[in-house]
Nanobody
Framework: QVQLVESGGGLVQAGGSLRLSCAAS????????MGWFRQAPGKEREFVAAIGSSGGLTIYANSVKGRFTISRDNSKNTVYLQMNSLKPEDTAVYFC???????????????WGQGTQVTVSS
């Protein structure tokens, strides 16, 4: 069982930056791929970024490529999402997930956090 707690969300102006963190419980963190998804009001949950268990593989949604960076610190059981050049369309609740492999398919992920709100004003 893995418990995930996100933090770092907030209100930021367009063009600004935020760094989200996701702290995981348990000693098996290093065996899981980690990912970030987001869900805007009235929309389905969408993939943002994912990283392999060792950190060697990363994948991104086209909409965030070049602006967002996912990373992990296995010594701290934490995964991060650095978000730069934020746009109003990035406004959403951001969820952290843990699973067997980095993938954009939400149903593959086993564990989910409660989410953190990111609001980008224009």
């Amino acid at each position: 069982q893995v418990q995930l707690v996100e933090s770092g969300g907030g209100l930021v102006q367009a063009g600004g930056s935020l760094r989200l963190s996701c702290a995981a419980s348990g000693r098996t963190f290093i065996t899981y791929a980690m990912g970030w998804f987001r869900q805007a009001p009235g929309k389905e949950r969408e993939f943002v970024a994912a990283i392999g268990s060792s950190g060697g593989l990363t994948i991104y949604a086209n909409s965030v490529k070049g602006r967002f960076t996912i990373s992990r610190d296995n010594s701290k059981n934490t995964v991060y999402l650095q978000m730069n050049s934020l746009k109003p369309e990035d406004t959403a609740v951001y969820f952290c997930a843990a699973g067997p492999a980095p993938t954009a398919v939400a149903s593959i992920w086993n564990y989910w956090g409660q989410g953190t709100q990111v609001t980008v004003s224009s």
